[in-house]
């Protein structure tokens, strides 16, 4: 493995969003398509248990039971195909806050999911084995660390391959256009994966950038680039399994632009209805990756009502489970605020520490 650019980078940056999932359940370009009928049906299970999830933390939060938190709803098949053509155990997986289906591939416990938004910081862990780094809030400081992560792993003789998620207002930061142009210098093998979903919060897109595409930056960094139908889960796994090819094969870094949408709002504290048109809305409703790939699968008798019904009992088995767990998991207690900040106390910390003491609350 070398950390210098490669010479040439294959620039497969095109206005025109890759689509492997025809209307009618056919395919435009079926050799394209990377995953067999098993793989398909895995990312289909994987995006119905994220919905159910995000149905049920919502539900939670509106109890009071779970803090503001954001779904994935509408952009399933962006973050679970894309996260699954990785290889889990082997690659990582570097997270904005919108991610928990490809986080979970990946091997971070839906019941840490749960405990994190019940404002327990065990919920903030993950575990050991799982390639997975925490969620970020503050937007794109996790992209110049998915380089370094992925450049570091490579200089110690590794071969594997670092995936990060942003949105299209994160790649207004100036975090993301350095890690792209130190990537792009080291021939890091990672992924940038930007996931436009029409908004930042209520910024619209053509208020982030006067580019007609995102990935047309990749070539002004020496990468490559493409960009994706990001509700159609077999073109999101082929472009992101195309980029994982050439990061292994020492052909440097790929930015994907995946174009999907977010249904929901932009948190749970966020009312999406005083900035979003509801035919721009309903448009977007008619693509729902879920239904899409449901009837694609269909098309081929590969799914029907009674599978459906199934993984819908697994789902809500999973989330019981994971739930249970949560629940029962002892409550923080205020130590906790300051047990991480340092080895030890500074003098204020330690202030703070006592006119708190007194354990549980
Ligand atoms: C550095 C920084 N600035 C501002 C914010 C406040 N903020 C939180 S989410 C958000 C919008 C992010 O939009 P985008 O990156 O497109 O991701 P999305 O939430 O749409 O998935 C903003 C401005 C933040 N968290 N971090």
């Known amino acids: 493995m070398t950390s210098e650019a490669p010479s040439e980078v294959p620039h497969v940056t095109s206005g025109t969003p890759l689509r492997l999932m025809g209307d009618d359940g056919g395919s435009p370009d079926p050799q394209r398509i990377r995953l067999d009928e098993?793989?398909?049906?895995?990312?289909l299970r994987q995006m119905m248990l994220s919905r159910a999830v995000?149905?049920?933390?919502?539900?939670?939060?509106?109890?009071?039971?779970?803090?503001?938190?954001?779904?994935?709803?509408?952009?399933?098949?962006?973050?679970?195909?894309s996260a699954m053509a990785l290889e889990r155990g082997r690659d990582w997986l570097v997270?904005?806050?919108?991610?928990?289906p490809g986080m979970m591939y990946h091997g971070y416990p839906l019941e840490h999911f749960f405990l994190y938004f019940m404002g327990n910081m065990a919920g903030a862990g993950v575990p050991d084995e799982a390639r997975v780094l925490p969620i970020q809030i503050a937007l794109a400081a996790q992209i110049p660390h998915a380089v370094g992560l992925a450049w570091g792993r490579q200089l110690q003789g590794h071969d594997e391959v670092v995936i990060v998620y942003f949105g299209d207002g994160a790649s207004s930061e100036g975090d993301?256009?350095?890690?792209?142009?130190?990537?792009?210098?080291?021939?890091?093998?990672?992924?940038?994966?930007?996931?436009?979903?029409?908004?930042?919060?209520?910024?619209?897109?053509?208020?982030?950038?006067?580019?007609?595409?995102?990935?047309?930056?990749?070539?002004?960094?020496?990468i490559a680039g493409a960009?994706?139908?990001?509700?159609?889960?077999?073109?999101?796994?082929?472009?992101?399994?195309?980029a994982v090819d050439r990061a292994r094969a020492g052909d440097g870094p790929t930015l994907i632009e995946s174009k999907t949408y977010r249904l929901g709002p932009h948190n749970t504290a966020d009312d999406p209805t005083r900035y979003v048109d509801d035919a721009e809305r309903e448009e977007w409703e008619a693509r729902d990756?879920?239904?899409?790939?449901?009837?694609?699968?269909?098309?081929?008798?590969?799914?029907?009502?009674?599978?459906?019904?199934?993984?819908?009992?697994?789902?809500?088995?999973?989330?019981?489970?994971?739930?249970?767990?949560?629940?029962?998991?002892?409550s923080p207690t205020v130590d906790q605020i300051f047990d991480?900040?340092?080895?030890?106390?500074?003098?204020?910390?330690?202030?703070?520490r006592a006119s708190l003491s007194g354990g549980d609350r």
């Open 38 to 43: 098993d793989g398909q049906l895995a990312v």
């Open 54 to 81: 995000d149905q049920r933390a919502v539900s939670l939060q509106r109890q009071g039971r779970f803090g503001t938190l954001s779904t994935v709803t509408g952009q399933e098949a962006s973050v679970t195909a």
């Open 95 to 100: 997270p904005q806050y919108r991610e928990l």
């Open 176 to 222: 993301f256009h350095e890690a792209c142009n130190l990537a792009g210098i080291l021939g890091a093998p990672v992924i940038f994966f930007l996931q436009d979903n029409g908004w930042a919060i209520s910024t619209p897109r053509r208020m982030q950038s006067a580019a007609a595409s995102f990935a047309d930056r990749a070539p002004g960094y020496g």
């Open 227 to 242: 960009v994706v139908d990001g509700n159609d889960a077999l073109a999101v796994h082929a472009v992101t399994a195309e």
């Open 289 to 330: 990756p879920i239904a899409r790939l449901q009837r694609h699968l269909a098309a081929s008798g590969a799914w029907d009502d009674d599978l459906a019904a199934e993984v819908e009992r697994d789902n809500e088995a999973e989330i019981e489970r994971a739930l249970g767990v949560a629940f029962e998991t002892p």
């Open 340 to 352: 991480h900040v340092y080895a030890a106390d500074s003098v204020r910390l330690a202030r703070q």
